[in-house]
């Protein structure tokens, strides 16, 4: 079992900037891949960002050099900076993790709010 617990979310005007939280409890050593998913009211859940344990971090096309994903291991933690926000990145926020056997956990979600 791994727990996660967001963090960092709110309401911001466009061209801003937030930094999301994600840190993680529980059966951390079996930890492969953090990231963040989004869903916007009326849409599917999308991928935003993912960062695995040694490995190349992935982007959604529209993030990509907006949105800024790291790891901290030794915190057990995972980052999302956003920075040039815009009104349609408005959505719940995700933070998720995806152990080595396969099994994927979800944060609470994290409500980010853009205004134009």
């Known amino acids: 079992q791994v727990q996660l617990v967001e963090s960092g979310g709110g309401l911001v005007q466009a061209g801003g900037s937030l930094r999301l939280s994600c840190a993680a409890s529980g059966s951390i050593f079996s930890i492969n891949v953090m990231g963040w998913y989004r869903q916007a009211p009326g849409k599917q859940r999308e991928l935003v960002a993912a960062i695995p344990s040694g490995g190349t971090t992935n982007y959604a096309d529209s993030v990509k050099g907006r949105f800024t994903i790291s790891r901290d291991n030794a915190k057990n933690t995972v980052y999302l900076q956003m920075n040039s926000l815009k009104p349609e990145d408005t959505a719940v926020y995700y933070c998720?993790?995806?152990?080595?056997?396969?099994?994927?956990?979800w944060g609470q979600g994290t409500q980010v709010t853009v205004s134009s």
């Open positions: 998720y993790t995806l152990l080595r056997i396969g099994v994927k956990y």
